[in-house]
């Protein structure tokens, strides 16, 4: 028997309508419509689209969990073994809406889903390490080319073929790193391609590196008897009994306390919560990580305007890149609210 | 300078009244052994174990690999300025018992020292399961610290491969391969319609137990330096490491350093490989940058078009990596780098510590972290008492059956950055 598979697509591809229909709600409709037809037809009998679930792009990201909800109520009913989405090239919300709403399927329905986009389109970003996601061409042109390789992965998925690999099965490549056993030695491969290099022919590095974050340091403050100084740590020091159980190690939030009437930060009233270095300095006076009392001397002195009243501590250990963007972009903003002019960061 | 490494092959190995070799056989004499390593009395005892391809044996934690080998003719004795007189080494004759190895191990001096299986799925990440290995099992005295325990050990080993490769002296080798670099311009002269290529070896020097010694000096002391690429075929560069088991250079390994002789396979052909410089891995940053200043300068300095940069260790060397590819590329160079990866069990994160949109290409010995079971051995040479231990274990990684659940990264050899092996990894 045909697999049975569901189709997502927008407004648009259901031929209800460009922008100025994007509103409309989640319907579905039985068999294939649109792009469809033609997965339909990649499929050769070995599947088969069971319903189509159409979807306006505007409700579908102005209403992301309603959305989301009431599609997985409609297609709930169908069993199928598959979800596709799109393909949605590079229009950007309905790449949004193919990977929120097959990441939904496939977590919830525990079954493959696959969608299509262009490679720049801000789902790719947002889904590539959970979704199967098919690079396509920027526009619907590329069509004809995007079908077959979708049908073709999901067919795969479905039956459980493990060993895919984003350069034979045309997905974009979801950043987990895996092992294989190549044909030629590393020092076979390294030569290979310094000849390569050096005769400006193509080569393929086995590693892309990965483009850092890095921030040039702002620009230093002109008056520093004028300016309000902030202390921001990953150091981990938190008021004594860490109230608000910042984790030792991969930290999921940051404390945010007051020192307005704090001289300094001694061991009988803060700690460090870190998990990754000796902390038996650190608790003995805990200024030496978040050096307030060295601020407030140059504060009496007046070589320094005011501290700001409070400082910000999370826990550096371990802690992902991802989660330490989030902390900084908050405290970020409030200290650029509460008119902070710099700030000092300290590590550990 | 012109080195002629005649291979004597072994196949097999096993104990006997003498130690010598017949009809490829490797015969080891067990007391002689014995009582050369127990010459150190740092050292209370020790075992004398075989291990052979296919046996149901596991050898852990193991410290380092030697390969047997003799000099014929030519200037010094193997292993120059450690067990022999500071010659210049790499010109003349060499030979090599090519197919067996001396494998120290024993109770353990850090926390990274490795395992190797002789059968089952982890000997396909080993390439010491490949040959017939003498291993020697070493005890320590009462209190011994640990620095000297590993010169204890590291000293033992080197001397049984130079006690073993003696035997290789008179026989006719199996095959004998000819190296040939010759005085820098002479060199270039050579082959003036080719690009010249050279290779910046980074050695592993972050201390506390992460050493390597060139012709007897610590590597952290020295500044980089140019080198002919015979001289690491006599043992010039030996390990001292308990660095990660699967990333360390054994001294097998520099005895067989893989890019050279690939280097050399093609030399001549798609271009002139007229050099070596080695450099080190110090933690500090002002050293980190004079010996990256120094690797370029030199690069520069001999003319270089292409240079294959291998890295050792992982984490904090990433930076003395990525520094030497920016500033050599910087000059005008390409650039290929040999590294690993720890991309996490799950293959999710980022694989090095540092990264730079000039290392543009790169090939990798395999992520460190990716997990393996290793079913349990009929024999264990050493122990395992400390597989929870070792870089790559975890609580619970040793099974009440005796089977192992470890990330690769504790197998000896397993992520080379010599590009030793095969293993490598993609994104999926």
């Known amino acids: 028997m045909a697999y049975k598979v569901i189709h997502y697509i927008n407004q648009f591809f259901a031929n209800i309508g460009g922008e100025e229909m994007a509103h409309v709600t989640p319907e579905i409709r039985e068999g294939a419509v649109g792009p469809g037809l033609g997965i339909n037809k990649a499929f050769k009998g070995e599947a088969e689209i069971v319903c189509t679930v159409i979807c306006g792009d505007s409700y579908f990201n102005e209403n992301t969990e309603a959305a989301t909800k009431e599609i997985l109520e409609l297609i709930k009913p169908y069993e199928a073994d598959a979800f596709i989405a799109g393909p949605a090239f590079n229009a950007g919300r309905y790449g949004t809406a193919c990977g929120t709403i097959a990441k939904a399927v496939q977590e ?23 979704l199967y996601i098919v690079e396509t061409s920027n526009a619907a042109v590329g ?206 | 300078m012109k080195l002629e490494i005649g291979n004597i092959i072994i196949k097999d190995v096993k104990f006997g009244i003498e130690t010598k070799v ?30 052979r391809p296919g046996d149901s044996t596991r050898i852990t934690p193991v410290k380092d690999v030697i390969e047997p080998r003799v000099k014929v003719s030519g200037n010094g004795a193997i292993f120059p300025g450690v067990i022999s007189k500071v010659d210049t080494v790499g010109s003349g004759r060499t030979h090599v018992l090519k197919g067996a190895a001396i494998v120290t191990c024993g109770k353990i001096v850090g926390f990274q020292e490795g395992i190797i299986d002789m059968s089952g799925p982890g000997a396909d990440y080993t390439p010491f399961s490949n040959l017939q290995n003498v291993c020697l099992v070493i005890e320590p005295i009462e209190g011994l610290k640990q620095y000297e325990y590993e010169h204890a050990a590291r000293m033992a080993g080197l001397k049984v491969a130079d006690y073993v490769g003696q035997v290789a002296k008179d026989l006719e080798p199996d095959e004998v391969e000819v190296f040939e670099t010759k005085a820098i311009q002479e060199q270039v002269k050579a082959y003036p319609e080719l690009p010249k290529v050279g290779y910046i070896y980074m050695l592993q020097t972050q201390g506390l137990l992460h050493d390597t010694y060139v012709y007897g000096v610590d590597a952290k002391q020295i500044i980089p330096t140019i080198m002919y690429p015979t001289e690491i075929m006599d043992g010039a560069i030996i390990s001292g490491n308990c660095v ?145 231990k070792v870089a790559g274990g975890f609580d619970g990684s040793l099974r009440s059956d005796g089977s192992i659940e470890v990330e690769i990264q504790a197998i000896t050899g397993s992520t080379n950055e010599l590009g030793f092996n095969k293993l490598t990894t993609k994104s999926i």
Do not use: W
């Open chain 1, 108 to 130: 919830t329905m525990h079954i493959p889903a696959v969608t299509g986009m262009y490679i720049e389109n801000p789902g790719v970003d947002m889904f590539k390490k959970e």
């Open chain 1, 143 to 348: 069509m004809r080319k995007a079908l077959p390789k979708m049908s073709a992965l999901t067919l795969k998925l479905m039956s459980n073929e493990a060993d895919l690999d984003p350069t034979i099965d045309g997905y974009i490549p979801r950043g987990i790193r895996k092992n294989y056993f190549a044909e030629l030695t590393g020092a076979e491969r390294a030569v290979d391609m310094l000849v390569k290099k050096l005769n400006d022919e193509s080569y393929t590095t086995e590693y892309p590196m990965p483009v850092f974050d890095r921030i040039e340091p702002g620009k230093a403050i002109k008056d520093l008897s004028k300016a309000k100084i902030a202390l921001v740590t990953s150091g981990g020091i938190v008021p004594k009994d860490n109230p608000d159980r910042i984790e030792s190690s991969s930290a999921s939030k940051y404390g945010t306390y007051n020192i307005e009437s704090v001289l300094n930060l001694t061991g009988d009233n803060y700690e460090t919560a870190h998990g990754g270095y000796d902390p038996v300095y650190a608790n003995d006076e805990p200024d030496r990580v978040v050096p307030l009392d060295v601020l407030r001397d140059l504060e009496k002195e007046g070589v320094i305007g005011s501290i700001h009243p409070y400082f910000y501590s999370t826990v550096g250990n371990g802690t992902a890149v991802k989660s330490s963007k989030e902390f900084s972009l908050e405290i970020a903003e409030k200290l650029r609210q509460d008119g902070v002019d710099a700030v000092i960061l300290t590590s550990t």
């Open chain 2, 22 to 51: 017949d009809n490829q056989m490797l015969f080891i004499n067990r007391d002689e052994i014995e009582a050369l390593v127990l010459k150190d009395d740092r050292i209370k005892g020790v075992s004398i174990e075989l291990a």
């Open chain 2, 244 to 388: 990660s088991a699967c990333d360390k250079n054994t001294t097998y390994h520099h005895q067989n350093n893989p890019i050279i002789k690939y280097l050399y396979a093609r030399h001549g052909k798609d271009f002139n490989f007229t050099g070596v410089i080695i450099t080190n891995e110090n933690v500090y940053l002002a050293d980190k940058e004079r010996s990256s200043n120094m690797t370029a300068k030199l690069s520069e300095y001999f003319g270089f078009d292409g240079v294959i940069i291998s890295q050792e260790g992982f984490g904090n060397p990433d930076t003395d990596l990525i520094m030497n590819c920016k500033k050599i590329e910087a000059a005008n160079i390409k650039t290929v780098i040999v590294t690993d990866e720890y991309a996490g069990r799950d293959g999710l994160s980022q694989s090095l510590a540092d990264a730079d949109v000039k290392a543009d290409a790169v090939v990798t010995g395999g992520n460190a972290n990716e997990v393996i079971v290793l079913p349990p051995m009929a024999k264990i040479i050493g122990t395992d008492a400390y597989i929870n």
